[in-house]
């Protein structure tokens, strides 16, 4: 898949900046420009092909959810991930109903923009796959881009980011079979206990399955495969 075209939409400069600087910062997403208010958002639109847009929702010339209406309106299926300030459950409301794939409060961090930007290409992908023929695909369509929501992008006490993302990195690039804890150890260089509790971890939130193996010695091991 070619690289996911991002427009970024906010009346600050250096904020504006400061986001395209983050959006580069992850791999598989291309910044496709930068616009200040609603009217040159809309002309930049109509001559520019964007897969999503990081939406700020107080422009000088209109609210920005305003961007989304005319979208909506002429049939465009572009997708909104709004970062704001703004905190009224109205506007949230109004975000939600008008279809917007997240809502990410200022100020935050780039690991919270990266979090919900890599849930979208996961969603992205999944989309261009034949996975959606089942109940099951279309349920992880949507486990995808709910899961920035759970911990506010950070694990839990005990658990380092790093190492959580060199676990999910080599569950993604396991075999079906899956991996036992063992497996990842292995493969990390860490004990067995700690891979566990990583292990356990992503069981918990839904982003692994868990399963049972067969093993020579008649007891059967639990493996863990990246729900995909």
């Known amino acids: 898949m070619s690289d996911l075209r991002v427009l970024i939409v906010d009346d600050e400069p250096l904020a504006a ?23 040159e958002t809309l002309r930049v639109l109509r001559s520019h092909d964007v897969d999503l847009i ?86 992880a369509v949507f486990r995808d881009l709910r899961r920035p929501a759970v911990g506010a992008g950070l694990p839990p006490k005990g658990l380092a980011g790093e190492m959580l993302e060199q676990v999910i990195a080599v569950l993604r690039e396991a075999s079906p079979a899956g991996m036992s804890a063992s497996d990842v150890a292995r493969s990390l260089g860490t004990s067995r206990v700690t891979a566990r509790r990583y292990l356990q971890y992503l069981a918990d939130e839904g982003r692994v399955a868990r399963s049972q193996r067969a093993t020579g010695s008649g007891r059967p091991e639990v493996v863990f495969t990246w729900q995909e």
């Open 54 to 139: 990081l939406l700020d929702l107080n422009l000088p010339d209109g609210n920005g959810l305003d961007i989304v209406r005319c979208i909506r309106a002429a049939g465009g299926s572009t997708d909104i991930l709004t970062i704001t300030a703004a905190r009224e459950a109205r506007l949230v409301r109004s975000a939600v109903g008008l279809g917007v794939v997240g809502y990410l409060l200022k100020p935050f961090t780039f690991a919270d923009l990266r979090e919900r930007l890599e849930a979208y290409q996961h969603y992205r992908a999944r989309l261009d796959s034949s996975g959606l023929t089942t109940q099951r695909g279309v349920d």
């Open 17 to 39: 900046e400061g986001h395209a600087a983050y959006v580069r910062r992850v791999p598989g997403f291309d910044v496709a420009g930068i616009t200040g208010t609603v009217q």
